[in-house]
């Protein structure tokens, strides 16, 4: 009798069940902290990039005004030797550092002092890293970062020193010519001015 009821048992024991039940509990929490763990990197990394995005939006430069050139030889078969324009931050923009480069030899930008390069660019050449120099108008709290509220202005080339945007050209910036000055900040986006030459250089001009 006592081999016919060990033969046929089915059942199985309290603690039996008690175990399988506290590995299934383990088992569920294991996934679940899993599943957790990888939302909140998710969350993180996408909060990062929303910051990070409304970083450059905030740090992208606007064209103020007129891009006025300065003729270095005057005339039909002229040439530009400076080229000045005013920049802002966008509303509620973040600060840009317009320190001016160190100087410019054969007009091209020297030291490692400026964080703004600019760049020129046309149908037969691409210069990098041209001089500019940087006056504060209006609104100015002393110091070479561009806020909200202030107004600065840059003159790529210089004809009162060096830096002369002749010097850096290869071919010069004549008339009837079009052409772009690429201005690239460290964070934000990218300001690209591009205006063509009038067909007779004056002195001064207000390039459209």
Aim: hydrophobic share 40%; glycine share 12%; proline share 3%.
């Amino acid at each position: 009798m006592l081999k016919k009821f060990i033969g046929k048992e089915k059942g199985i024991t309290g603690l039996e069940t008690a175990i399988i039940l506290i590995a299934f509990v383990v088992v569920a929490a294991v996934f679940a902290y899993t599943a957790l763990s990888a939302g909140l990197f998710s969350t993180q990394k996408a909060q990062e990039a929303v910051y990070s995005g409304l970083k450059e939006a905030q740090s992208t430069l606007e064209l103020k005004g007129a891009v006025i050139a300065t003729g270095n030889v005057t005339g039909d078969s002229g040439s530009i030797g400076e080229i000045t324009f005013t920049v802002a931050n966008v509303l509620g923009g973040e600060p840009v550092d317009f320190t001016p480069p160190s100087n410019g030899a054969g007009g091209i930008a020297t030291g490692n002092d400026h964080k703004v390069v600019i760049n020129y660019l046309d149908s037969d050449q691409a210069i990098d890293n041209l001089y500019w120099t940087v006056t504060k108008l209006g609104n100015d709290d002393g110091d070479s970062l561009l806020e909200t509220g202030e107004k600065f202005q840059i003159t790529v080339g210089s004809q009162s020193g060096q830096g002369n945007l002749v010097d850096a050209l290869g071919d010069d910036l004549t008339v009837n010519r079009t052409f772009s000055l690429v201005i690239m900040t460290p964070f934000g986006a990218v300001l690209t001015i591009e205006r063509i030459t009038p067909p007779y250089i004056d002195k001064i001009m207000n390039l459209r």
